[in-house]
């Protein structure tokens, strides 16, 4: 960065001789001359973005769960673990065992 900044050299010259694109050049201009908490800020909000799409995607899945076996809730294991069984495929085993309330080592030995 000190041959852009303070040498003035060329970007796609010191682009070129580093083997790097000229928009990754400027990228990381542009993050050296953000202030420190910037930084740290954007460090802990990507941070915060990946925990709430993990948690979303889990949301989602039980949802998904729930609308394909609504009726299950107030039945029996057995027909729980049926389910559970039927639908391993397309979802986790955890998260039906945790929405439908059902063991996962109960399920486990059971099947």
């Not at 400027?26 to 420190?36: E, H």
């Not at 709430?52 to 769960?65: C, D, F, P």
Request: hydrophobic letters at 50%; a positive charge; aromatic letters at 8%.
């Amino acid at each position: 960065m000190a041959q852009v900044g303070d040498l003035d050299y060329a970007v796609w010259k010191v682009a070129d001789r580093l083997g790097i694109s000229i928009k990754l050049l400027y990228t990381w201009k542009a993050q050296l001359s953000m202030p420190t908490k910037v930084l740290l800020d954007e460090a802990a909000l990507s941070s915060e973005l990946r925990q709430t799409r993990k948690e979303l995607a889990r949301v989602t899945e039980e949802r998904n769960i729930l609308k394909k076996g609504n009726r299950l809730l107030v039945t029996r294991v057995p027909v729980k673990h049926a389910f559970i069984r039927i639908h391993r495929v397309r979802f986790s085993m955890r998260a039906m065992c945790r929405v439908l309330k059902v063991h996962f080592s109960g399920f486990l030995f059971v099947a």
